[in-house]
């Protein structure tokens, strides 16, 4: 479907043009007709689906088109994560830069400046303000937030704003805001929570399904069963055997990232860290850094497994296992963007079997099997439901084939 046919205001057609959209996405194809028709909107989409402007183009037709008081919120997003916060707020500044609506985005971790530029324009009144809940939150409670005016309420990955133990400060934030407003939902997976949150804030919505539980067909992926001790090694040599240019690597804990980045620096390897632990210029310097190439391998806990879009990584690394079916979907889901190809590695642990085996029961496929180099020792069985003792699988005689087991 092209963009003409949602018949949107030239100043916007111009700014899809110039972000060189030729093609609505499905989720857009979907969601846009009902949120310009003034719907409320439950959308599972994942990042990477074209989400953001599914929400952001409309909402700037509307504002555009709609009379509406510019000195007031006209539309808050309200999203899990500064990172996020950013990244829309960029998409929102190419998108109305023919339109001249202003944005502002509030999030936590900022300095002193950053704090009174927010004050000013949520007291002074910004069109769309896109926002993480606690600064937002700590904001109203200020008393200055112009929330009267506000007609539009987007919750961006709201999945991953409960799992994140923010559902307190949105429903603050919701008791604030007009009854009378339409409200858009998007969420990656749609847990009972999900469905109770949307039960609480939308009227009759249309319901929009564009999960994609399954990974790219674009990415290559492996999956090593290795003892702990062997995964930093295997890391190493997987990233010293094929040339990849920017690698992000997932680790379940910060002091995994710490230990990682550690020994990866320690053996010459350009890497870098982020997690929450890093201040907030910190982790933006060394997003910076990644994203513009100029860092090639960057390790990162979950916080970066969703929304955050750089369109050039080349390899996932699993160094943990992922949660779930989904998560690992997301994560693998950074590589192979846009029209690149892709690879992903998961590395398994003894204990992480099982988790991996209902990974691959989501997923309907089994991921093929990667060859742990013989220099690393004995390599445990494959048995996710019964043998949890870790033996090795490694033949005597030599290689062992790495088929299912
Ligand atoms: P999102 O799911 O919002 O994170 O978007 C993923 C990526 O797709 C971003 O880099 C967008 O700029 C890009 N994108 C969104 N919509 C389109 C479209 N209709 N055509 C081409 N690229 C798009």
Redesign the pocket.
């Known amino acids: 479907m092209n963009?003409t046919q949602f018949g949107f205001d030239d100043r916007l057609m111009e700014a899809i043009d110039a972000?060189?959209?030729?093609?609505?996405?499905p989720v857009?194809e979907q969601v846009i007709p009902h949120i310009l028709a003034d719907k409320d909107i439950i959308a599972s989409?994942?990042?990477?689906?074209?989400?953001?402007?599914?929400f952001l183009l409309p909402l700037i037709h509307k504002l555009l088109t709609n009379k509406h008081d510019p000195h007031t919120i006209n539309a808050l997003v309200i999203v899990p994560t500064r990172e996020l916060a950013i990244q829309i707020a960029q998409?929102l500044e190419g998108f109305s830069y023919f339109a001249g609506i202003s944005s502002i985005a509030v999030f936590g971790g900022g300095d002193g400046n950053a704090f009174v530029q927010e004050k000013k324009a949520l007291s002074l009144g910004a069109e769309i303000v896109v926002c993480t809940p606690g600064k937002m939150m700590a904001h109203i409670k200020m008393g200055y937030v112009k929330l009267g005016g506000l007609k539009y309420l987007v919750l961006d990955e709201a999945d991953r704003m409960l799992d994140m133990g923010f559902f307190d400060d949105i429903m603050f934030i919701i008791k604030h805001l007009p009854a009378q407003r339409q409200n858009l939902l998007f969420s990656a997976t749609m847990p009972p929570k999900i469905r109770e949150l949307a039960r609480k804030i939308l009227h009759h919505p249309v319901e929009v399904n564009i999960s994609i539980s399954k990974p790219n067909e674009k990415i290559i992926q492996q999956a090593f069963m290795v003892f702990d001790t062997q995964k930093i090694p295997l890391v190493q040599f997987l990233l010293k055997t094929k040339k990849f240019n920017s690698v992000l690597i997932f680790c379940s804990s910060k002091l995994s990232v710490k230990q990682l980045t550690r020994d990866l620096k320690r053996n010459k390897v350009d890497a870098d860290e982020i997690h929450s632990d890093l201040e907030q210029d910190k982790r933006e310097e060394v997003l910076s850094n990644f994203r513009s190439g100029r860092l090639p391998v960057l390790i990162a806990t979950d916080i970066l497994s969703r929304?955050i879009?750089i369109?050039s990584i080349d390899l996932v690394i699993n160094f943990d296992a992922p949660h779930d079916g989904e998560d690992y979907v997301h994560r693998i889901g950074r590589t192979a963007?846009?029209a690149a190809d892709g690879t992903a590695y998961t590395l398994i642990s003894p204990k992480e079997q099982r988790k991996f085996a209902a990974i691959e029961k989501l997923i309907g496929k089994p991921v093929p099997r990667g060859e742990v180099p013989e220099f690393l020792g004995p390599v445990p069985e494959y048995n996710p439901i019964g043998n949890r003792t870790g033996q090795s699988n490694r033949k005597k005689s030599g290689r062992q084939s790495k088929g299912r087991s």
Do not use: L, V
């Not at 060189?20 to 996405?25: F, H, I, S, V």
């Open positions: 963009f972000a060189g959209y030729e093609k609505a996405t857009q989409a994942q990042t990477g689906t074209g989400k953001t402007a599914a998409h929304g879009d369109d963007r846009a």
